[in-house]
């Protein structure tokens, strides 16, 4: 039987990344760091070929797309992209310690948003609704194997969300130009949207005589 498969990767670094800022809608580049990681990640692994590269609207998601699937369709998908950190925008946990307001909304537990913050439960539901979004159109296009690029807190939000085993967004955690790999069945997932969480993402490198790393996940 035909499955889908979908490898969430999160983008490469910023320069936001390294020093430590909230970065959400802001919409920056990868930094020099950022782009010299993929491409070690490129020549120390393999990423699989997929049919098509879904992506966050924002910049280094994109950029990460162009660099690790060079030859590939794009598509942004607005439902990717980072949440917004209101005020909080681009700012360090430094700057932020004397803020009543950033203290209150650290407490674990407290549910708080701050004024012009995408609220938790919104930017759970968006992330959902995102991946969906995605299997339905291979589905319907017929694409078996797609990468999307993405932000590591819509990549938690999304695996929370759908993927089993049952996991924390925050436990659906990856390193830079990594990710995860998802299968869908359709067989179950046009009873619900579920998918099977079966690896990551990139792969050692075979030698040219071995077998295909990616054959066993075409069951």
Not at 60 to 85: G, H, K, Q, W
Not at 100 to 105: A, D, L, T
Not at 111 to 132: H, N, Q, W
Request: proline share 6%; charged share 25%; aromatic share 12%.
């Amino acid at each position: 039987m035909k499955t889908y498969k979908i490898y969430l990767i999160r983008h490469g670094l910023t320069r936001a990344n390294l020093e430590g800022r909230y970065c959400g809608t802001t919409d920056i580049p990868l930094c020099e760091e950022g782009i010299q990681g993929l491409n070690k990640l490129l020549d120390m692994y393999e990423y699989p070929f997929v049919d098509t590269v879904y992506s966050s609207p924002l910049l280094r998601s994109r950029e990460t797309a162009e660099i690790l699937f060079p030859d590939c369709e794009y598509i942004a998908v607005d439902n990717l992209r980072e949440a917004s950190f209101g005020r909080f925008e681009m700012l360090r946990m430094q700057d932020l310690k004397e803020d009543e307001e950033y203290q209150k909304w650290i407490v674990p537990g407290q549910d708080y948003t701050p004024a012009g913050m995408e609220p938790s439960k919104s930017f759970y539901v968006r992330c959902r609704a995102g991946l969906i979004q995605i299997i339905d159109d291979m589905m319907q296009r017929g694409i078996t194997s797609a990468a999307v690029v993405t932000h590591i807190s819509v990549i938690g939000a999304a695996m929370s969300a759908l993927a089993f085993p049952k996991q924390a967004p925050y436990e659906w955690n990856c390193e830079a130009g990594c990710g995860f790999i998802l299968r869908a069945d359709p067989s179950l997932y046009l009873r619900e949207p579920l998918v099977e969480y079966v690896g990551e993402v990139p792969f050692d490198k075979t030698p040219k005589d071995e077998e295909d790393p990616f054959d066993d996940l075409d069951y």
